[in-house]
């Protein structure tokens, strides 16, 4: 996919849709190759940036050769604005398909439809904008923790002041700080996050409001309290959703050491109080897992998406260690090496810390016996390989699966696993997916690559919602009667047109009527 920015402006923002489609469809003959007989363009436009996935120039003469697409980014974006001005689509998805005849033809929707990465990533549809999976470490989902804080309010201050003495000995300045927050102020904050603040971090706040961004303490600032509830609110206390095109497969791992740190990409019981400014906070943990304590410290934030990290067991604990000194009450951390793998071969590097195994190119049949060593697997994706036995996945508590299976192999050994949420499942041969009924957690399944006989699958899933099959697969449910009925999202694979996505967007019950559709030749007067 490529993206490029939007430029605001310019020439092309006072022509209308007709004349911009034109200009688009000339730029393409001008640019295009010799004997080629059709240009499709798939793309997206919005507020901010323009992308191209897929397309491009066919040319018979010369199959599989690679053309470079033309990229009329200033008429994408000037389509997006048009769009965006008369139909309020804050962004769009647009396909253009030109031949050299000068004839082309626009379809253009807004983004509940999004082309895929490659020419053969089919559509994601989405169906309900409004519905985001629940992550495991969700409130109503975790097992709270009985542990006792672990912080020392008046510790926490003589350390917070020897920090702050050792960086002016650092630095040679003293770093000025900010009046303390009040009394009243602290028990706003409290109300506002509906959660007492840790005895130490009181303490601090106490002592003064933040850090007045000098990086005193260890070279992170420390925020005053209102822009921390500000942080918290805004940005680290709800999970990151980056959309189905992206999500459907969001995989949150276990902190390091485990069962300390809910298992969540935000929670409103994570309260940041100090940043490097890179996206990341360090953050009080006010709602900590089972083997976790309360006000402990985790590490949020840009790139935290799959998971907190484990940071200290209070904020005096975390001041402690930028002057030297242990953390008595850290657990003790596994030692287990990284936490994902991409390997083409189950080998020694195999330990009980992996969550998460992608394997390449492995020769076929794998024996997955190997993931025994491995009880944390969270996630395994082969990857141009298969298996014959998925025996050794029952027993392990992995979420995300996406397995090719060699000839005679089958699903049943999945029958009634607890924790598998996102499957994909590639055959050549037919498979019996009646196991599939026996998965009580199984939101997103992906059968474009393998054939499904049983047609009433998808809807006797309740709990199904992204669904991924092809083009005949689809036409299949649709003819038969058999749409799942609580889906979210779904994908069309392959390569089929956007007007086909339309088709099945609206089969899906998703009003389409509001498609734009344009027909013309570049030498047609405006």
Not at 101 to 112: I, N
Not at 218 to 229: I, T
Not at 293 to 307: A, L, S
């Amino acid at each position: 996919m490529i993206v490029r920015p939007v430029r605001t402006g310019g020439a092309g923002m006072d022509l209308t849709v007709d004349e911009v489609a034109r200009q688009i469809a000339a730029e393409i003959v001008a640019r295009a190759p010799e004997g080629w007989t059709e240009c499709v363009l798939r793309g997206h436009g919005s507020r901010t940036s323009v992308g191209l996935s897929g397309g491009g120039y066919v040319v018979p003469s010369r199959p599989g050769s690679f053309f470079e697409k033309p990229f009329p980014y200033q008429g994408l974006g000037s389509l997006a604005s048009r769009f965006r001005d008369t139909h309020g689509w804050e962004a769009v998805v647009l396909e253009l398909t030109c031949r050299p005849s000068g004839a082309f033809e626009l379809v253009v929707f807004r983004d509940t439809l999004r082309p895929g990465g490659g020419p053969e990533d089919g559509w994601t549809l989405t169906i309900d904008p409004g519905f985001q999976p629940p992550e495991p470490g969700a409130a109503d989902r975790a097992e709270p923790s009985e542990l006792r804080p672990a912080g020392d309010p008046a510790e926490a201050v003589e350390r917070l002041r020897a920090v702050l003495r050792q960086h002016a000995e650092h630095s040679g300045e003293e770093p000025e700080m900010p009046a303390p927050v009040t009394e009243d102020r602290l028990a706003a904050a409290e109300r506002h996050l509906g959660r007492p603040l840790p005895a130490d971090l009181r303490a601090l706040y106490l002592e003064a409001d933040g850090d007045g961004g000098s990086e005193a303490l260890d070279g992170y600032c420390w925020l005053p309290l209102d822009r921390a509830l500000a942080e918290r609110d805004g940005y680290v206390g709800v999970p990151t959703w980056f959309g189905w095109e992206l999500g459907w497969r969001q995989m949150i791992f276990d902190a390091d050491p485990p069962d300390t740190v809910r298992r969540c990409s935000g929670h409103p019981g994570w309260l940041p109080f100090a940043t490097w400014f890179d996206g990341n906070f360090l953050a009080v943990d006010l709602a900590p897992a089972a083997d976790g304590r309360p006000g402990q410290v985790i590490e949020v934030g840009r790139d935290f998406d799959d998971g907190p990290r484990y940071v200290a067991s209070s904020v005096t604990a975390w001041l402690g260690r930028a002057l030297g000194r242990p953390d008595p009450h850290a657990p003790q951390e596994s030692g287990d090496g990284p936490h994902q793998l991409v390997v083409s071969a189950l080998d020694e590097r195999l330990a009980p810390g992996v969550q998460a195994i992608h394997l390449n190119d492995a020769p076929s049949p794998v024996d997955l016996g190997p993931l025994s060593a491995t009880p944390r697997l969270r996630r395994l994706h082969l990857n141009r390989c298969a298996t014959t036995d998925l025996s050794p996945v029952a027993v392990l508590p992995v979420e995300d699966l996406a397995v090719d299976l060699a000839s005679g192999a089958g699903l049943t050994p999945l029958a009634g696993h607890r924790h598998l949420t996102s499957l994909a499942v590639g055959s050549e041969t037919p498979v019996d997916l009646a196991p599939l009924r026996t998965l009580p957690a199984l939101r997103s399944l992906d059968l474009s690559r393998c054939p499904m006989p049983d047609l009433a699958l998808p809807a006797d899933l309740p709990g199904l919602r992204y669904l991924a099959l092809s083009g005949a697969q689809w036409s299949a449910l649709i003819a038969a009667g058999r749409l799942p009925a609580h889906l979210a999202a779904a994908r069309l694979a392959g390569a089929p047109p956007l007007t086909a996505a339309l088709d099945l967007l609206a089969a899906l019950g998703v009003d389409t009527s509001t498609a734009h559709r344009l027909s013309g030749t570049v030498e047609d007067a405006s």
